[in-house]
């Protein structure tokens, strides 16, 4: 059976069963979370770079969202840091066109996090239907950099477990 890309055995419920959750969780936890950051300012993608990398991230960077809908295509990001105001396609239209995409091709949604300059209702609810988890306004404290890092990997993890438990997923043998 696969799993994540691997071969599995059958597993037995029971002791085996807890051992290879456990050893999933422990890979999950040891990679390094994924993040790509779409901003068209240079100084706010360092900065948000600096952070994640010290959080011990990879980081993959556009300069506007038709780019981050093709880098996000490559891979299945833990984190998206999404600029709502970018040239050839804004924030908004890049979120909907990922989600759509993470949709047909059932990769797991990545934690998506809006970044403006304004903090306007308007834009949090404009976040909210395009299919952001959030909204953070510029300029972005470290801490919340940190926070939504943090989240991401919990989504992950949570993630795995849930497909851990999903009997298409697993094989028990008894």
């Known amino acids: 059976m696969l799993l994540g890309g691997k071969l599995i055995p059958p597993l037995k419920a029971g002791a085996d069963m807890r051992e290879h959750l456990n050893q999933q969780l422990h890979e999950n936890q040891r990679r390094p979370d994924l993040v790509l950051v779409a901003d068209d300012h240079v100084e706010d993608r360092i ?3 600096h952070i994640l990398t010290r959080q011990g991230a990879a980081v993959r960077m ?5 780019e981050a809908v093709r880098i996000a295509q490559e891979a299945a990001f833990d984190l998206i840091l999404m600029d709502v105001s970018m040239p050839r396609m ?3 239209a890049t979120v909907r066109q990922i989600r759509e995409i993470e949709r047909a091709t ?3 949604p990545a934690y998506i996090q809006m970044t403006t300059g304004h903090g306007e209702m308007e834009d949090m609810v404009w976040s909210q239907e395009a299919g952001a988890d959030g909204h953070l306004v510029k300029p ?3 801490r919340l ?3 939504a890092l943090y989240e991401a990997r919990l989504r ?3 993630g795995g477990i849930a497909e851990l438990h ?3 997923k697993v094989r028990t043998s008894l």
């Open 166 to 168: 999903e009997p298409s």
């Open 156 to 158: 992950r993890v949570q």
């Open 90 to 92: 804004d924030g908004f």
């Open 140 to 142: 972005i404290e470290p």
């Open 62 to 66: 556009a300069t506007d969202g038709a």
């Open 145 to 147: 950099i940190v926070k």
């Open 106 to 108: 059932g990769q797991p």
């Open 47 to 49: 900065y948000l770079c």
